[in-house]
């Protein structure tokens, strides 16, 4: 079981920056593979990126491919979503997930047992 809550959305202009948070209590982060998602209002939950630590991948969705990284730190079992050149598409709850590793199928949402409630992020032009 594990138990995932997010932090630092918040209200940005566009061209900003923000680093997201995703604090993991329970097992290990490493035993999971991990992934952010993010949902506009009136819009489908989208896949934005994935980690596999402990096969050494990373995946983006096209649309944040070279502006946004997602990293790990195992010491503290959190993982982070660093988002810069943010504008105001990137708008939207953002959720963590976890779950088993999850081979090619990584950018669907139905492969994570687990999630955390969200945390906003607003981008003004």
């Known amino acids: 079981q594990v138990t995932l809550v997010e932090s630092g959305g918040g209200l940005v202009q566009a061209g900003d920056s923000l680093r997201l948070s995703c604090a993991a209590s329970g097992r290990p982060f490493s035993d999971y593979a991990v992934a952010w998602f993010r949902q506009a209002p009136g819009k489908e939950r989208e896949f934005v990126s994935h980690l596999s630590w402990s096969r050494g991948m990373t995946n983006y969705a096209g649309s944040v491919k070279g502006r946004f990284t997602i990293s790990e730190d195992n010491a503290k079992n959190t993982v982070y979503l660093q988002m810069n050149s943010l504008n105001p598409a990137d708008a939207a709850v953002y959720y963590c997930?976890?779950?088993?590793?999850?081979?090619?199928?990584?950018?669907?949402?139905?492969?994570?047992?687990?999630w955390g409630p969200g945390t906003q992020v607003t981008v003004y032009s």
């Open positions: 997930a976890a779950g088993p590793y999850t081979g090619s199928t990584y950018y669907r949402d139905d492969r994570y047992e687990y």
